[in-house]
């Protein structure tokens, strides 16, 4: 019995010790669904701080490197590109509940945004939060329309073309600066009562009423909208009005395509620049580099419509005092010289597509045939640059080709040095022939070292006739004299 009683009590002093050796699992953390602290986040530069609370369990799990990071989703409520929105110090947040403050990134818009709560030691993730409305209101206060005008007239089959002022009239800030914004169109029903009938930076309205444009934020409210424009139909008496619009601005900084001009759609037209007709336009833009008041006449059926807008190019004019392509003689050098008006300009230089180093100045004197490009960039109130280009040649004439050699071993006119252009690397075939037709030369790698051996030259005078074959361009015939 007492052998028994003792294995009994090894036993069992066995089991107590390999349960007190076995280590004990860390708990996993598990993240609660965050709670908003708002309906809908309507963010600004004078406010932009919003609260979610979560909970956390086990606490004691957390290591002392932990940060907790909120993440916010797209504008559909998905986080495969999610943006951190507010990241905690290590070991910051150790209780549960907690409340975490974050704000919005300026790009943000639209009416279906989560966060989540994700944890980095242990690594954790909650389930998304329900979602809500967010915007960061960039523009918030009121703009212009059509120059801050009450009232415009249109013709019927044309239309009212109404159009948010770039730069803002009177000293309005344009919410067009912001290119991520959006706009709605509202026609007013009564004093109190309007109802959203179009989207976008500009309106063709042909019915009478009252129009105003307010920027989209969507379940927020929006201080940024503009004043209101009454529109009636135009009398017979009188010219309508044509708004013109510039894709650009009115102050702009030309792209080297230039702003684009926009009228309202009627059966021709004629544009003006400075009280001077534009000849060869008939439709209802007009694209253009250069400041100036230009003006457009729009007619449909006996109604007219007239409007005028004053541009202002930033970048100026920039152009070279040379043509695209121009022929040199022989020795000659072409002076280049860039024509700006910008400010804080800087100058690139190329031969055929390589820099040319230490070119830097406004000025090049070019002597090589081939083809260049100068580069100009300007920076400061108008970032701009823009590539011009130009081609050297060597004058094509008889004057440059010689027609007489004495290759007799003297050093002068031994043989028959013709211009660069046609020589090796132009891809220029060259013919030389003599008068009864046999061919004594024919290459497209000429060296202007023909003859080569006089000794196969006669002792008397000889005729030679030559053919030159530039690529692309009329073939260049003549004769050489061989004197001996």
């Not at 007709?277 to 007619?299: F, H, K, M, R, W």
């Not at 109130?381 to 280009?389: H, Q, V």
């Amino acid at each position: 019995m007492a052998y028994i009683t003792r294995i009994i009590s090894q036993a069992i002093l066995l089991i107590c010790f390999t349960v007190s050796t076995v280590p004990t699992a860390t708990a996993q953390l598990v993240i609660g669904q965050p709670s908003l602290e708002f309906s809908k986040a309507c963010a600004s530069e004078s406010f932009n701080m919003y609260e979610t609370s979560f909970v956390f369990n086990p606490p004691s799990s957390l290591d002392a490197s932990n940060q907790f990071i909120v993440e916010l989703s797209d504008s559909s409520g998905e986080f495969a590109e999610a943006v951190e929105v507010f990241v905690s110090n290590s070991n910051e947040i150790t209780t549960s509940p907690a409340t975490i403050s974050f704000s919005l990134p300026m790009d943000t818009a639209g009416e279906n945004y989560k966060i989540r709560i994700k944890s980095s030691s242990p690594a954790a993730t909650s389930a998304p939060s329900l979602d809500f409305p967010a915007y960061f209101k960039l523009h918030d206060t009121p703009f212009t329309i059509n120059g801050l005008i009450d009232t415009g007239t249109f013709c019927p089959g044309i239309g009212y073309l109404l159009a948010i002022d770039n730069p803002g009239f009177d000293g309005a800030i344009s919410p067009l600066t912001f290119e991520s914004l959006s706009f709605n169109w509202y026609k007013v029903i009564d004093n109190t009562n309007s109802i959203l009938i179009a989207q976008g930076e500009t309106l063709q309205v042909s019915e009478e009423g009252t129009y105003f444009a307010e920027t989209d934020y969507g379940s927020c409210t929006s201080e940024s909208f503009s004043n209101r424009v009454t529109i009636s139909q135009a009398s017979s008496e009188e010219p309508a009005n044509a708004t013109i619009t510039s894709s650009l601005g009115n102050s702009f900084c030309s792209n080297g395509e230039g702003t684009i001009l926009t009228t309202v759609i009627g059966e021709n037209y004629q544009w003006f620049k400075d009280d001077q007709p534009i000849e060869g336009v008939n439709q209802n833009t007009l694209q253009t580099n250069d400041s100036g008041n230009y003006a457009v006449i729009v007619t449909s059926g006996n109604c007219v419509a007239v409007g005028s807008i004053l541009l202002e190019s930033l970048a100026g004019s920039t152009t070279i005092n040379v043509p695209a392509v121009n022929f040199i003689e022989m020795g000659e050098a072409l002076t280049v010289t860039v024509e700006t008006t910008l400010d804080n300009v800087q100058y690139e230089w190329y031969f055929n597509d390589s820099i040319i180093e230490d070119a830097t100045e406004s000025q090049l004197i070019a002597s090589q045939v081939g083809n260049y490009k100068v580069v100009v960039t300007a920076t400061g109130d108008c970032d701009f640059s823009i590539e011009l280009f130009f081609e050297i040649k060597i004058e094509v004439s008889t004057d440059t080709i010689p027609n007489v050699i004495s290759p007799n071993g003297d050093g002068l006119n031994d043989t028959w040095i013709i211009p660069a252009e046609y020589l090796s690397g132009t891809n220029t075939e060259v013919v030389i022939f003599s008068s009864n037709g046999t061919a004594a030369l024919k290459t497209s790698d000429y060296l202007n070292n023909w003859p080569d051996n006089i000794n196969e030259l006669s002792n008397a005078n000889q005729v030679y006739y030559y053919m030159i074959t530039p690529p692309s361009e009329e073939v260049i015939t003549g004769s050489i004299t061989v004197v001996r």
